[in-house]
């Protein structure tokens, strides 16, 4: 490996090389993704790295990306591939012109993993954001203080069937895992995944009591997803969850005011520009069809 304390320096990010890991640390200027700035730098393990590629990238860059060892990282389990690429903060771009010094590093990493055809790993290796954590959704406010996950409802957002429910609390105990769906698409979402889940789980996420829903503003990628992955990390530390058999959940009529909720939703994200004409189309008519 390259001399211990070595730094690669590109945009947004530097990566500092040592002898079992990369210390990532992500710059706070203007243009850095929100993520990195909520993110601040992270230790990244060899073992915790499957592979590194070294790819042109856009407007006379290049590409350094170490790909992380499934199940290793609990930010990028939890992100499900869909960050966008200038959000991944395994990947450090350079000028063009820095192609064969950051060629060299590539070359060192590779030669320090522990080896190729590494496995999914079996326990989170890269540390997960700290708790206590928190956020405001479309719906509600999530907080968690590192024991348990709570929602609390807001009055202009949520359900009729989130404000029969109450106010939720979830001990990790009672956790198996979290669903992340990214706010960048409609109808993203945080999920609790309940060890017990309910036989009569709602399928729609602002219908469930274990789920809050994003919205323009609302849950945005730099404060969920660190969200999703501290909660994540905190309940497999708790020990596996037994085996689920997922039970269908029975359809639901939604109520006609959640229905006018989603569609006035809706079209602030066709207004806004996030939604094509034909995409607000064909969702508007999917909520009318659930009446």
Known sequence: MSRMGDVLAGFHAAWEFDSDSVLIRFERGIRT????????????????????????????TTVLHAVPREGADPLMEAAAGQLKEGSDPYRLVLPAERETLA??????????LPGNGQGPAERHLVAPPEAPLQFKAYDGKASFDGKSVAFRWFWTGASSAKWKAGDQSFPLSDLSGVEWRSPEVFEGHLRLLRRESPIDRPAQA????????????????????????????AVRAC?????????????????????ADRIRHLGELHQAGLLTDDEFTTKKAELLAEL
């Open 33 to 60: 993704p929100k993520l990195f700035h909520a993110l601040g730098e992270r230790r990244i393990p060899h073992e915790a790295i499957a592979g590194v590629t070294l790819t042109p990238g856009k407007r006379g």
């Open 239 to 259: 020990g596996p969850a037994p085996a689920l058999i997922p039970a269908a959940a029975p359809a639901v009529r939604r109520d006609p005011a959640d229905i």
């Open 206 to 233: 602002d219908q469930d009591p274990a789920a809050v829903v994003f919205g323009l503003g609302y849950g945005p990628v730099h404060e969920s997803l660190p969200f999703a992955a501290s909660v994540l990390a």
């Open 103 to 112: 060629e060299y590093y590539a070359d060192e990493l590779r030669a320090a």
